[in-house]
């Protein structure tokens, strides 16, 4: 759906979660087109969960939430193994971290496509709340196979958005 077609009043929560996952790559590939920036798998995460949480503030779903359900659904015996049936290994093999986290954004795509056709053959509703669930998911994945700190990403983060609050 191109944006000029329609007020912002008349975006879907949905539309804007498609937007704002679009805005992630975008963002990544401008840091990572200045020379000077060395793009790796923290800055990546740091722009996708800030994107995240800030799509979150705007619609005013609570991220507090969806990091508990994540938390209350993980089965400790999967995080080696496949998630969603995805091979972790095979996705984020690559040496390159950036090569690496563009190949998470696209499993994180088919993960969306995959719950639309489930949501498409049952009663399930395929919506923002889901698709957030789906991202911070393999988005949390991701922190936990870099060996990234998720709670000091999560401070990081938190104090960038205060400080553009105070702006």
């Known amino acids: 759906m191109n944006s000029n077609d329609s007020s912002p ?22 840091l990572n087109a200045e020379e000077e920036n060395e793009v790796g798998g923290y800055e990546c995460l740091f722009i996708a969960f ?3 949480r800030s799509y979150c503030k705007q619609i005013d779903l609570d991220f507090k939430e969806i990091d508990d359900q994540y938390l209350a659904s993980i089965n400790p015996e999967q995080s080696d193994e496949s998630f969603w049936d995805h091979d972790l290994d ?11 986290f563009g190949k998470l954004l696209e499993t994180i795509e088919k993960g969306f496509s995959e719950y639309e ?4 053959k049952s009663d399930e509703l395929f919506d923002e709340w889901h698709c957030v ?22 401070d990081d983060i938190s104090a960038l958005q205060s400080e553009l609050g105070d702006e």
């Not at 009043?9 to 401008?30: C, P, Q, R, T």
């Not at 095979?90 to 690496?100: H, I, K, R």
């Open 133 to 154: 669930l789906i991202m911070h998911s393999f988005l949390r994945k991701f922190c936990d196979k870099l060996e990234i700190d998720y709670t000091l990403l999560q």
């Open 50 to 52: 800030n994107n995240l």
């Open 9 to 30: 009043e008349e975006k879907s929560n949905l539309d804007a979660f498609f937007e704002m996952f679009d805005w992630v790559d975008e963002d990544i590939s401008e």
């Open 117 to 120: 056709k489930f949501c498409g």
């Open 90 to 100: 095979a996705t984020y093999s690559e040496l390159d971290e950036l090569a690496g």
